[in-house]
């Protein structure tokens, strides 16, 4: 951490890793430690304590669980895979294992969290729901779920990405979705964001903010967080069942945080599990280069909680760079500036070209193309199995990469 005011003794951060383990945080102030909260406008706060209570009553009935568990199987395709990678451990030495998260509708791990989001907005009587999008998987998956339980949806979209990614318009506008383009700001994500947050403010009641990853005011990290854990608590499982062993490490990707932490969650507990989130390097470690947002961020306040990010010294938000819009983000979600704090988690940023060589090296060796998103996750494996040697590692292989064939295309030039 880079801020002394965030500095914490040994004793405190057993206290609150405890606190955590304990089902404790985020506490009632919507609090992990000194992040997260809620640092939002007079007016969105009935709708966030309106939200946390459907929440928690819709987390704590039956009935929610066995309509959430039926589409998760049936329409989802859950639970996803645990598959071992034999070529990629053998040119790697270790034993690298991949959680199949790339096999969920829609081809990401999106879809837990929206359709999770969109049963709680229909049981909250919601009549529309508005989401943000950053590259579009986010829109696609809420456009989906959305379709599914039957609730009008709305998209809001930055003018620029609306641009760079006119199939994903195509494919949320196919699926019922209005795409509204957004001119203010940057015109990207954290326009998107604004403008979503803003259009709730002016419409609680009647409208939800499915909001696409771990950030945000609370209840949205914890929330999130909740509905992403099936990935951890399915890969555990799948790792005693199949490996007959916990692994010596679990490493997962981090743009907003929703695939790490839900992932990470199934071996919180396990102190013999080391835990490594990777971020974006981008082209490399100056200001502007890259997404490494707790390699280098400082804590401040965006989209409404208290979490490190990537600004000056007057506190405006930087420009980020990265080769995979999903991690392209100055933010990240409260709980990994948490685990960061206590040590828990350890983090680690990863280079455009060195995530592009990993993607390639498990597309030709286990017959997966990979999103470059968790490509970053996989280069990560391979630098970690150059430090400990046979190590078990499981990556969470949280997208798959037909998305991104413009990039790949670019990466090593069109035939
Ligand atoms: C959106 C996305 C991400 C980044 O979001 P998180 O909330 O950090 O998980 C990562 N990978 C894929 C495939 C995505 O679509």
Same mark, same amino acid.
């Given at each position: ?121 229909? +049981?909250? #009587? %919601?009549?529309?729901?508005?989401? =943000?999008? *950053? ?5 696609? /998956?809420?456009?989906? !779920? ?27 506008? +196919?699926? #019922? %979705?209005?795409?509204?383009?957004? =001119?203010? *700001? ?5 326009? /998107?964001?604004?403008? !979503? ?27 999130? +967080? ?7 608590? =399915? ?7 199949? /490996? ?172």
């Amino acid at each position: 951490m880079n801020n002394a005011a965030f500095e914490i003794d040994e004793a405190e951060k057993r206290r609150l890793l405890g606190e955590l383990l304990a089902g404790r945080l985020p506490d009632d102030r919507g609090r992990f430690g000194p992040f997260g909260g809620r640092f939002v406008p007079e007016v969105l706060v009935p709708a966030l304590d309106r939200l946390e209570e459907h929440a928690r009553a819709a987390l704590a009935d039956e009935r929610y669980h066995a309509e959430l568990a039926s589409l998760q199987r049936n329409w989802v395709g859950r639970p996803t895979p645990l598959c071992q990678a034999p070529r990629l451990s053998e040119l790697w030495g270790a034993d690298i294992w991949l959680k199949r998260e790339e096999l969920a509708h829609t081809g990401a791990h999106k879809i837990n969290n929206a359709l999770g989001q969109a049963l709680i907005a229909k +049981r909250m #009587g %919601a009549k529309r729901v508005v989401a =943000e999008t *950053g590259a579009g998987q986010h829109g696609v /998956a809420s456009a989906a !779920a959305c379709a599914r339980v039957g609730l009008p949806c709305v998209v809001y979209m930055g003018a620029v990405d609306v641009e760079r990614q006119q199939p994903n318009v195509v494919r949320m506008e +196919r699926l #019922g %979705a209005e795409v509204r383009a957004v =001119e203010s *700001g940057d015109a990207t994500l954290r326009a /998107a964001i604004d403008e !979503a947050l803003r259009h709730w403010a002016g419409d609680p009641i009647d409208t939800h903010y499915l909001l696409g990853s771990s950030v945000g005011p609370h209840p949205f990290p914890w929330l999130v +967080r909740e509905l992403q854990a099936v990935i951890g608590r =399915e890969t555990r499982e799948q790792m005693l069942d199949q /490996a007959g062993r916990l692994p010596d490490v679990a490493i997962a990707a981090v743009g907003g945080g929703s695939n790490a932490i839900g992932f990470f969650h199934g071996f919180l507990a396990d102190e013999a599990v080391s835990i490594v989130g990777i971020e974006a390097g981008g082209t490399g470690a100056a200001i502007g280069q890259n997404a490494a947002t707790i390699a280098t961020g400082e804590p401040g306040v965006l989209h409404g909680s208290m979490s490190l990010l990537l600004q000056d010294e007057n506190g405006q938000v930087q420009e980020t760079s990265s080769i995979s819009a999903g991690l392209d983000y100055p933010g990240v979600g409260p709980e990994h500036a948490f685990l960061r704090l206590v040590g828990r988690v350890s983090y680690r940023s990863i280079t455009d070209n060195e995530a592009m060589e990993a993607l390639d090296a498990c597309s030709r060796m286990e017959g997966i193309l990979p999103a470059v998103e968790p490509s970053h996750a996989l280069a990560g494996a391979r630098t970690i199995a150059t430090e400990r040697p046979g190590a078990t590692i499981v990556v969470n292989l949280c997208g798959r990469g037909d998305k991104d064939m413009p990039i790949l295309m670019r990466h090593w030039g069109q035939r």
